[in-house]
């Protein structure tokens, strides 16, 4: 079967036969949350943490899914084993989870929509970053504070992130917007959570105005390990431009360095010492290069140098 195969509602169906009634709350209203986990090796990552985080927002939402912890847990294993053969051996999947209010016409008796799909990580997307680092500029668009809708949720309603995008995208078609808080306190680009690091401290913004990023979380499990200090606070972009070293984190390209925010350069090596640290306990946690896995979906005349690059960039540094 070359067709993807999709899970709706306890059923697994060929994408073409998958269907959602426009009368759904999150066609109509945004009304429903959802989570993407990705896979390394074709094997789904962190997967408790992100049914944890699905569920919270849930229960913020205030959706009842339906499903039981483990007939969830059961149901997205199942998604990924029934698309894998779609995949070569150097693809990766993004496990989707969107779950809506469901039917609007059917009032207080409505039951939730489950969704779970499977996306391919688009590497050639983002590959290049690894080598040039990623530019960042703040835009107007300030992210949605937790008066109004708490960032901590995964809401489908995304115009906030959105909006963002499209505005650093005017600036610089190949930037990503680095979204302030209503105080001008730096928050979080449109899918990634952000890292700087300040006097060889890793700072990242208060947990109050981001999303409590499962790639987050596990780089501060990796530089507790490592002995690096990290700090969750408020901080503006004047701490940034005075930055040592940058970078995004989240689910597709795990640690991409970042190098610039509004065209002031930080740091003197990209990636910087401790980004470098942090990519290669990933890389071990998870028994592959996922820098190198994803520049080998460059194109062909692309591919060679940017592999050479990068390992040039990374011999001797490790253990410095």
């Not at 002995?227 to 970078?247: H, L, M, R, S």
Request: glycine content about 10%; charged content about 25%; hydrophobic content about 40%.
């Amino acid at each position: 079967m070359t067709e993807r195969t999709i899970y709706l509602n306890g059923t697994y169906l060929a994408q073409s036969k998958a269907k959602v009634s426009v009368m759904d709350w999150g066609f109509s209203g945004g009304d429903g949350v959802y989570e993407a986990t990705r896979t390394f090796g074709h094997e789904l990552f962190r997967l408790d943490d992100h049914l944890d985080r699905l569920d919270r927002s849930l229960s913020y939402i205030r959706i009842d899914s339906g499903l039981t912890r483990e007939e969830m847990a059961a149901a997205s294993r199942e998604t990924v084993a029934r698309n894998t053969h779609l995949v070569g051996p150097d693809d990766e999947f993004a496990l989707w989870h969107v779950i809506t209010r469901g039917d609007r016409l059917a009032g207080d008796a409505a039951k939730a929509t489950v969704v779970m799909y499977c996306l391919d990580i688009e590497f050639s997307g983002f590959a290049r970053g690894y080598i040039d680092g990623i530019k960042l500029v703040t835009p107007g668009v300030r992210r949605t504070p937790p008066q109004c809708a708490d960032p901590k949720a995964k809401l489908t309603n995304r115009m906030n992130q959105l909006q963002a995008k499209f505005e650093a995208a005017q600036s610089s078609p190949d930037a990503l917007p680095l979204l302030l808080d209503l105080d001008g306190n730096i928050a979080e680009s449109n899918t990634a959570n952000f890292f700087f690091v300040s006097k060889g401290r890793l700072c990242t913004s208060t947990s109050r105005n981001v999303l409590g990023g499962i790639t987050r979380m596990v780089v501060f499990e990796l530089a507790e390990a490592l002995g690096i200090e990290a700090v969750e606070g408020d901080f503006t972009p004047y701490d940034v431009y005075n930055a040592e070293e940058a970078f995004l984190s989240g689910t597709s390209g795990t640690i991409a360095p970042v190098t610039s925010l509004n065209a002031v350069g930080i740091g003197e090596e990209l990636p910087g010492p401790i980004t470098v640290k942090l990519i290669e306990a990933w890389n071990d946690m998870v028994g592959l290069d996922f820098v190198a896995q994803a520049l080998r979906h460059l194109g062909d005349n692309e591919r060679g140098p940017a592999l050479a690059e990068w390992k040039r960039r990374l011999a001797g540094r490790v253990d410095a």
